[in-house]
């Protein structure tokens, strides 16, 4: 039985009851959103986590980390060091998005590490493959994508990105419509190479219900991709975007019946004049699935502070609905991101998140706000500390004041507005 199954059973399940603690409310809230699929608890029966998280309907919004080598950059070593500063900064989940070096061994080693939710895309590995063999990317073999889906879920893997809603159907509306930047997705792209050169349809589709086996099995969650998310602001909520969408809700209903966890994924670059109608379009179309969204970025222009226009965007988001924001770090749109992108990336999707708590009335958030300015009224630093998205950088800043200031700061000094007289 998955634990979906669990939940509309109403079996008790340590997952959920794992969960319902670390959100400080009921284990029926968390299993009646299981059962109809509005929370999802990725969670492989191959792993042991020390840290369990619930994303969807009513809870804290959640933070996505994506590490990863490339075939340009390959360092197991630095990734791993990433691992550790995403999960120190607050990342709940991770993705490996590795296409360089022996990617199982990279993966066992991240799986080994990880204390919490960790997530992959198949097709990558898939195109490495192909790649490696001498072929083309459109080559992709179907059989070998799924054997790399069913070794990716026996290994351990808690949810993997499927794009399942390209299809020949939504292939033709990208080719008669075109775009400013095309597909951004690199696995939405692969998919649509292959069947632009074989009039194949994506076996991810053409054979879901082998897919939900193999979820199954191993109780995977199916984050089902974005493969068509628009990468300009110009192509925001196109025919293609929605056309997808449309495709990803019905995967969700047969999910569901199968008994597996499904999340949808969302864009991507959009501006923030249409966040509220995507989120709308993706919670009606998908049924109430729990949303990942990519940022969304609210505009093209800002290179190197990209981890900013998706913070804008994310915030508005989750606020209207999303439940898990992917981080972008400052790094998006020009280089692998090092260390320090991938800590201030996560410390900036988790402000977005939090800012979201207090409009969507999450238990606690509003108050942790409340509890950071009782101190920082009372000018009390080692309290506020404990009430800070993130304690290291207040330390830090508090250590470059001169000993005299250890009272107020040097913005007003001795005219501090907080001071009583």
């Known amino acids: 039985m998955t634990l979906m199954q669990d939940a509309q059973n109403k079996k008790a399940n340590k997952l959920i009851q794992a969960a319902a603690t670390a959100e400080n409310l009921s284990e029926d809230f968390i299993r009646e959103g299981v059962a109809d699929g509005t ?3 990725p969670k492989n029966i191959n792993r042991k986590l020390s840290k369990i998280i619930a994303v969807g309907k009513g809870l804290k919004t959640k933070v996505n980390a994506n590490i990863g080598t490339s075939p340009d950059y390959i360092n ?6 990433k691992l550790d500063v995403a999960v120190k900064a607050g990342a709940d989940a991770v993705m490996d998005l590795s296409t360089g070096g022996n990617l199982t061994q990279i993966r066992k080693e991240i799986l080994a590490r990880c204390p919490v939710q960790v997530g992959t895309v198949p097709i990558y590995e898939a195109a490495c493959r192909t790649v490696a063999q001498g072929k083309k990317i459109s080559q992709i073999d179907g059989e070998m994508l799924f054997d790399v889906i069913e070794e990716q879920a026996q290994q351990g893997v808690d949810f993997i ?15 008669r419509q075109g775009r400013l930047a095309g597909v951004v997705s690199r696995g939405g792209s692969f998919l649509v190479k292959c069947i632009n050169a074989t009039g194949k349809e994506n076996p991810l589709y053409a054979q879901y219900d082998r897919l939900l086996a ?9 984050s089902l991709g974005d493969g068509f998310r628009p990468g300009a602001a110009f192509d925001a909520s196109d025919a293609v975007q ?11 209903l047969k999910a569901r019946a199968a008994g597996v966890q499904t999340m949808i994924e969302g864009p991507g670059h959009v501006p923030l004049n249409q966040i509220e109608a995507n989120v709308t379009l993706a919670k009606k179309l998908g049924h109430g ?15 190197g502070y990209d981890h900013i226009t ?8 989750a606020a209207k609905g999303v439940d898990f924001i992917c981080y972008v770090t400052p790094a998006e749109h020009i280089r692998l991101p090092n260390v320090k992108d991938v800590r201030e990336g996560v410390i900036a999707a988790r402000i977005a998140g939090h800012a979201a708590d207090i409009v969507k009335g999450v238990k606690g958030a509003k108050d942790q706000d409340d509890a950071m300015s009782k101190y920082r009224k009372l000018r009390d630093w080692k309290k506020q500390e404990e009430f800070c998205i993130d304690p290291e950088k207040l330390r830090t800043e508090r250590a470059k004041l001169p000993p005299q200031q250890d009272d107020v700061c040097t913005m007003c000094g001795e005219f501090c507005a907080m001071r009583d007289e």
């Open 214 to 222: 193999i979820a199954k099995k191993y109780d995977v969650t199916l």
């Open 310 to 317: 998706s913070a804008i965007g994310g915030a508005l988001a």
């Open 289 to 303: 699935a729990p949303l990942y969204f990519l940022g969304p970025l609210v505009t093209d222009i800002a290179p």
């Open 76 to 81: 197991l070593e630095e990734e791993l060091v």
């Open 161 to 175: 990105t499927v794009h399942c809603g390209i299809n020949k159907a939504t292939v033709e509306i990208l080719n």
């Open 242 to 252: 929605l056309g997808e969408l449309a495709v990803l809700g019905e995967l969700v």
């Open 39 to 41: 929370i999802v608890i």
